[in-house]
């Protein structure tokens, strides 16, 4: 398996938008839960949302509820974390991994996922 590669993070206004893309790939046929994490030097690591293999399934922290939208494409192995209405508390590092095994819902625990990207930073200006 392959490491997921996030891109699209940046900086924005309160209010504003941002679209984090990690590509993902398969192997051997299998597609991996993604999930996206974000962390800051105050907090630790913390679930934000996460997709099932087919797409049908996600999962929200409630925090960014209404806010944010996960979708994947798997022909493209790719996974967007859609991220509106951004609130100053949304500012951290965003992590984007892969779980290779059936989770359970939820789908939050970052012990979960095996294989992480190196992360892109958001940060959200009041």
């Known amino acids: 398996q392959v490491p997921p590669v996030e891109s699209g993070g940046g900086s924005v206004q309160a209010g504003g938008s941002l679209r984090l893309t990690c590509a993902t790939s398969d192997y051997d046929g299998l597609v991996p839960y993604i999930g996206w994490f974000r962390q800051t030097p105050e907090k630790e690591r913390e679930g934000v949302s996460a997709i099932s293999p087919g797409g049908y399934g996600t999962d929200y922290a409630d925090s960014v509820k209404g806010r944010f939208t996960i979708s994947r494409n798997n022909a493209r192995d790719t996974v967007t974390l859609q991220m509106n209405r951004l609130k100053p508390e949304d500012t951290g590092m965003y992590y984007c991994?892969?779980?290779?095994?059936?989770?359970?819902?939820?789908?939050?625990?970052?012990?979960?996922?095996?294989?992480w990207g190196q992360g892109t930073q958001v940060t959200v200006s009041s």
């Open positions: 991994a892969s779980a290779w095994r059936r989770l359970r819902f939820p789908w939050s625990s970052p012990g979960e996922y095996t294989h």
